[in-house]
């Protein structure tokens, strides 16, 4: 059974840095090298949405428009860990983090979090301003 782990989560202040990290277990084999990573967020009252996403082997990473030039996220593949650095944190960037993982097929639309079969139960991230 894969199970994924948050952490990092926490309370700053705007223009401040949080590094969240997923840990992630259970796979079999080689299965987990082949998945993508993601983080997701989801504020109170709105949708989850996806904020990043990292192919396997870290060869490509995508941002949404509202994480770009400020997050980062990668993988250390050999410690099944995800990471994602929030840089310059902003009070609508508060939400809980969901990490997530899953094998996406090519063209799909990897902020879709639909595709993503294994999820973590979230960290809570919270920008005052």
């Known amino acids: 059974l894969v199970r994924l782990v948050e952490s990092g989560g926490g309370s700053v202040q705007a223009g401040g840095s949080l590094r969240l990290s997923c840990a992630v277990s259970?796979?079999?084999?080689?299965?987990?090298?082949?998945?993508?990573g993601a983080w997701f967020r989801q504020a109170p009252g709105k949708e989850r949405e996806g904020v990043a996403v990292i192919s396997p082997g870290g060869i490509s990473t995508y941002y949404a428009d509202s994480a770009e030039g400020r997050f980062i996220i990668s993988r250390d593949d050999p410690n099944y860990t995800l990471y994602l650095q929030m840089n310059d944190l902003k009070p609508e960037d508060t939400a809980m983090y969901y990490c997530a993982t899953g094998r996406i097929a090519s063209g799909a639309n990897k902020f879709d979090p639909n595709p993503y079969q294994n999820w973590g139960q979230g960290t809570q991230v919270t920008v005052s301003s």
């Open positions: 259970g796979y079999t084999g080689n299965s987990y090298l082949y998945s993508h």
